[in-house]
């Protein structure tokens, strides 16, 4: 980060992001104007990112989520994100194909980064999805998908795996895509 004083994106991240993203160069400059203008630092910490985040969800509680997220989109795990960090994660949840979001959805789950998803991670981010929805549309949740536990037993069930086992990424992204309830338990989508 050693021209972070000019105003221009560099041209390494620059081809970078190119390379990563279907951005073109003048999105993604656009882009770096409207990040340097809100981290006028280059960085976003893990407090600001949740404060960021929670004004989306202004009806439910989206600290523990956000927290996963961004977890999720800090690669190099330095508890920040830098503008790399932040397109690329954009790129992924946003208009990345089903794989890329997919792998997103994986390293998401991954809560201890080790590669695999346990259960009980799957159970940890089904947790933090709930604190998410509003309580009306808990309340019109399907009755075997209606709390947390629930949801996370029907999610792992997908993998068709024992309760100590572990799904890898390619199990996980399979098993995503050949079932169609499992894309809409991995995450919250907002209803209106
Ligand atoms: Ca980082
Ligand atoms: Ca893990």
Request: proline content about 2%; glycine content about 4%.
């Amino acid at each position: 980060m050693g021209n972070s004083k000019s105003g221009a994106v560099s041209k390494e991240i620059l081809e970078d992001l190119k390379l990563h993203t279907k951005f073109t160069e003048t999105e993604i400059a656009q882009w770096y104007e409207n990040f340097k203008k809100q981290c006028p630092e280059g960085r976003i910490s893990k407090e600001e990112f949740q404060s960021i985040y929670s004004r989306f969800f202004p009806e439910s509680d989206a600290q523990t989520y956000a927290q996963h997220v961004f977890r999720s989109f800090d690669t190099n795990a330095d508890g920040t994100l830098d503008f790399k960090e932040y397109i690329i994660a954009l790129h992924m949840t946003s208009t990345g194909k089903t794989t890329s979001k997919l792998e997103w959805a994986f390293s998401l789950f991954d809560v201890d980064k080790n590669g695999y998803i346990t259960k009980s991670e799957v159970k940890e981010i089904c947790t933090a999805i709930f604190k998410l929805i509003p309580k009306d549309e808990l309340a019109a949740l399907a009755e075997d998908e209606n709390t947390a536990e629930k949801r996370a037993n029907k999610l792992w069930n997908v993998f068709e795996k024992g309760d100590n086992d572990r799904v890898a990424e390619g199990e996980f992204i399979q098993g995503v895509l050949d079932n169609e309830d499992a894309l809409r338990l991995i995450q919250y989508t907002p209803a209106k």
